[in-house]
C-alpha cells in the first residue's frame, strides 16, 4: 500500500458546497467521471409519479406534502419541509480531468426523482452504474438494487431491478459494491447472523443474471461494531471499507488484501492513517487506479464533503476479456458455464453466462489462460489464449458449442452422502447412467468426462481423493452397463467447484456430487 506525500485536497465548488453534504462518490473505470449523491438541495428533482403522472405538474402543495409523508415514513422527523429532509437525496455527475471537477451536471428523470436517489457502484461498462431502490414506472419504490445505463445521446435508462435472493437489511438502508466484471457484489446488512450492526457479505452472479443470497464474511473483516461503504480495487483484490470498530476515532477508512481465490479469506484490516482519518467520520472509500487517488467523504470541516488523496496499491495488470458463447452452426447465442483457469496463477473460476451468450472477465497479462464452455446437451468447447502485453481488448473471443442429440429428461448428477461414496438415490444414478449409455451409442463421437466433487468439509488433500474415488465409482458403472472405457474419463476437483454455498447443510449437499461433461472426439 503506497501514499504519498502530498496535501489532502477538498475538492472544490460546485462540487461540494458550503452548507450540503455532498456523499457516495462513485468513480467510473475510466477516471473521468465520479456520481455523487447531494443532500437536502433545494433544487432536488421534482418527479412525483402518482398512477404514472407526476403530481408536481398538477398540484406542487399536494405533492410536497405527500412527499413530506413518505419521508416521515422513511425515518424523518414530522413537519420537515422535503427540501430540508436528509431523505432528499440527488445524484449528481462530475466530469473529472486530473483528479480534479471540471463541470457538475444535475441528471433529470428517470434518474433523479423526489424519492432518495444514490449511485452504489459502477460496473466494467463505464457508463453503467448500480442505484438504491426499486422503482415503478407507475410510482413508488421498494427496498433493493436497480442498474441503470447513460445512452450515447446523454439519456439515461429507467432503472431497472437486479434480483438478489433474500436481500434483506435490519438496518435503515446499506451501501454495496461490485466487482469489475458485476460478478459479484459485497454488501454491508444487518442480519441475524452479523456480528455487529452491520456486517459485509458477499453475493454471486447465477446463470441466470440474479444473483444468490448474501454470504457473510466470517474471519476477522467482520466486528462487533459497524463495516459498511465497502469498495474494491479493479483487481478485486483489495477491500476498502469504513468501520468504527475498536481503535477508530469515529468511522474510519480501513483496507484488506484478498489472500486467495475465494472471496470469503481476507487478511486482517487495517486502518489508513492521517490524513485519510480523522477525529471526524470518513466513509465511502473510492479508489480511482487511473488517475491515482483515494475519493471518500468527510465531515472533519462540518458538513460532509468529498475529499481526494494520492493513493496507491500494488496491483497486476489486468485487462477485461469479452467472449461469446454460440450454437456452433447456427451462430445462436447460448446460455452455458465458461470455466477460466490460469494455471501458472493458480486462477480458476466459472462464469454463468445468460441467454446472451455474452461474458465478460478481467484477467493478468502475460498469462496463458484456458477457456471452456459447458452447457448439457452440447460437447464441452475449449480454447487456449496467450494474454500478452498487446492483446487486442476489442477482440471477442469465441465459444462455439456442437450439439449433442440427447433424449429429453437427460440428467447429469449423481449426489453423495457427507464424506462417502454412498450415493443418496441408487435407483436414479442407475437410471442416468443407463440414459448415458444410450445417448452415447446415439453419438459415437462423445467422450464423457466423469466429474468429482465434494463439499469443504475435511482438509483439502482428502476431499481431492474423495472426489476422485466418486468419479471412480461413477466410471465404474458405466462401464459396467455396457460403455466403452475409452470413451469415459474421470476428474477430480475435491471442494474447487462448489455450485453453492458451503454455509449450510443443505447447500452444502449440492456439492456432493458428480458430473457428466461430454465432449467430442474429434
Known amino acids: 500500500?503506497?501514499?504519498?506525500?502530498?496535501?489532502?485536497?477538498?475538492?472544490?465548488?460546485?462540487?461540494?458546497?458550503?452548507?450540503?453534504?455532498?456523499?457516495?462518490?462513485?468513480?467510473?473505470?475510466?477516471?473521468?467521471?465520479?456520481?455523487?449523491?447531494?443532500?437536502?438541495?433545494?433544487?432536488?428533482?421534482?418527479?412525483?409519479?402518482?398512477?404514472?403522472?407526476?403530481?408536481?405538474?398538477?398540484?406542487?402543495?399536494?405533492?410536497?406534502?405527500?412527499?413530506?409523508?413518505?419521508?416521515?415514513?422513511?425515518?424523518?422527523?414530522?413537519?420537515?419541509?422535503?427540501?430540508?429532509?436528509?431523505?432528499?437525496?440527488?445524484?449528481?455527475?462530475?466530469?473529472?480531468?486530473?483528479?480534479?471537477?471540471?463541470?457538475?451536471?444535475?441528471?433529470?428523470?428517470?434518474?433523479?426523482?423526489?424519492?432518495?436517489?444514490?449511485?452504489?457502484?459502477?460496473?466494467?461498462?463505464?457508463?453503467?452504474?448500480?442505484?438504491?431502490n426499486i422503482y415503478y414506472r407507475s410510482g413508488g419504490m421498494d427496498e433493493g438494487i436497480s442498474m441503470v445505463r447513460k445512452g450515447s445521446n446523454g439519456h439515461w435508462t429507467f432503472p431497472q431491478p437486479i434480483k438478489v435472493e433474500d436481500l434483506k437489511t435490519a438496518s435503515s438502508g446499506f451501501s454495496m459494491c461490485s466487482n469489475r466484471d458485476g460478478s459479484v457484489f459485497i454488501f454491508s446488512l444487518d442480519r441475524k447472523d452479523s456480528k455487529g450492526e452491520t456486517d459485509l457479505y458477499v453475493s454471486f452472479k447465477q446463470s441466470d443474471g440474479s444473483y444468490s443470497k448474501p454470504y457473510q464474511i466470517k474471519n476477522w473483516v467482520n466486528t462487533m461494531y459497524r463495516e459498511t461503504n465497502p469498495t474494491l480495487s479493479k483487481d478485486g483484490r483489495t477491500l476498502f471499507f469504513s468501520s468504527n470498530r475498536v481503535g477508530s476515532q469515529g468511522m474510519d477508512i480501513y483496507y484488506s488484501k484478498r489472500t486467495s481465490e475465494s472471496w470469503m479469506e481476507w487478511t486482517s484490516p487495517e486502518k489508513l492513517e492521517h490524513p485519510v482519518n480523522s477525529v471526524g467520520d470518513e466513509s465511502q472509500p473510492q479508489f480511482d487506479e487511473t488517475n491515482g487517488y483515494l475519493y471518500f467523504s468527510s465531515n472533519r470541516a462540518g458538513s460532509m464533503d468529498i475529499y481526494k488523496y494520492p493513493f496507491g496499491i500494488d496491483e497486476e495488470i489486468r485487462i477485461d476479456l469479452s467472449g461469446l458463447v454460440t450454437e456452433l452452426h447456427s451462430g445462436r447465442p447460448l446460455k452455458a458455464m465458461v470455466r477460466v483457469e490460469v494455471e501458472e496463477k493458480g486462477f480458476a473460476r466459472t462464469i454463468a453466462v445468460n441467454s446472451s451468450g455474452k461474458f465478460l472477465v478481467d484477467i493478468p497479462i502475460g498469462q496463458r489462460v484456458r477457456f471452456t464452455a459447458e452447457k448439457h446437451g452440447y460437447f464441452s468447447s475449449t480454447r487456449e489464449v496467450y494474454i500478452g502485453q498487446s492483446y487486442d481488448e476489442t477482440k471477442v473471443l469465441s465459444l462455439g458449442l456442437s450439439k449433442v442429440k440427447l433424449e429429453k429428461g437427460t440428467e447429469n448428477q449423481v449426489f453423495f452422502e457427507q464424506s462417502s461414496l454412498e450415493i443418496i438415490d441408487q435407483a436414479s444414478a442407475a437410471f442416468k447412467v443407463e440414459d448415458f449409455i444410450k445417448q452415447m451409442k446415439k453419438n459415437p463421437r462423445m467422450i464423457l468426462v466423469v466429474e468429482g466433487h465434494t463439499d469443504n468439509m475435511g482438509q483439502w488433500t482428502n476431499l481431492l481423493n474423495l472426489s476422485k474415488d466418486r468419479a471412480k465409482l461413477v466410471r465404474g458403472m458405466l462401464i459396467e452397463a455396457g460403455a466403452n472405457p475409452i470413451r469415459i474419463q474421470i476428474a477430480a476437483y475435491g471442494a474447487d467447484r462448489p455450485i453453492a454455498s458451503n454455509e449450510t447443510e443443505k447447500s452444502r449437499s449440492k456439492n456432493r456430487r458428480v458430473t457428466f461433461t461430454i465432449k467430442e472426439n474429434k
Request: net charge negative; proline share 6%.
Open 1 to 132: 500500500m503506497q501514499s504519498h506525500a502530498q496535501e489532502l485536497v477538498k475538492l472544490p465548488a460546485p462540487l461540494n458546497t458550503d452548507d450540503k453534504d455532498e456523499i457516495l462518490p462513485v468513480i467510473n473505470q475510466t477516471g473521468d467521471i465520479l456520481m455523487f449523491t447531494r443532500v437536502a438541495a433545494k433544487d432536488y428533482e421534482r418527479v412525483l409519479l402518482v398512477n404514472g403522472e407526476n403530481l408536481f405538474d398538477q398540484d406542487e402543495k399536494l405533492a410536497e406534502s405527500i412527499l413530506r409523508d413518505i419521508y416521515t415514513d422513511l425515518g424523518e422527523s414530522k413537519n420537515i419541509h422535503p427540501s430540508n429532509s436528509v431523505f432528499n437525496q440527488d445524484i449528481l455527475e462530475a466530469r473529472i480531468q486530473g483528479g480534479n471537477p471540471v463541470s457538475v451536471n444535475h441528471p433529470a428523470y428517470p434518474l433523479n426523482n423526489a424519492l432518495p436517489n444514490s449511485v452504489l457502484a459502477t460496473i466494467s461498462d463505464q457508463d453503467t452504474y448500480i442505484v438504491n
